[in-house]
């Protein structure tokens, strides 16, 4: 099973090397070259794990990783050249699933993805696919496709549209998804959520409709 992997270090060649490697294991490889980027990425995109290096420019990979895992619950491995026991403990507090020190081994690197990967998927729900139409749904692979073609979203929308699937034909309010979507200590306001059911919507396309506003308490997911 292949795994969409984000790789980021100031290095090129440390990027280049894991790429190649990763690329031979049959992973596909996105590549930043510091954390502000990386950050950025994961905006927009799903990733199924980070490979991220300590010692970068405008950004740090320690504060990266906090910033990542705030927006998706996404697997981390830290890089570094330096080993200290300080390094370790600050980045598994933030959530960091391995730690590898260079200079490292690209097999054994991929063997620690793996290993992440498998624990981080024992974890999930078994597997679960809703149909509706031409609207797929995969929930343990958080994979979305419309008449066979992928639906790309952003970690958050994903995030959206799997609590109202999973709570199909419930009614939720408006502080119960920002709770559970964006967390109890989210401190922005309801348009932080209508801005993310609008982008749903666009990107849900003829299934939009599927998303049910309910006047003065929220929104719910009609499994029709």
Known sequence: MGYHILIVDDEEKIRTLVRKYANFEGHDVTEAADGMQAVELCRSHSFDIVILDIMMPNLDGLSACKKIKELADIPVIILSARGEEYDKISGFELGVDDYVVKPFSPKELMLRVEA?????????????????????????????????????MSPKEYDLFFYLLKNRNIALSREKLICEVWGYDFYGDDRTLDTHIKLLRKSLGEYSSLIVTLRGVGYRFEDR
């Open 116 to 152: 992440v990967m498998k624990r981080t998927l024992k974890k999930k729900p078994e597997n679960q696919v809703v149909t509706i139409g031409g609207l797929c749904a995969d929930v343990s692979a958080r994979r979305i496709t419309i008449d066979g073609r992928d639906v790309p």
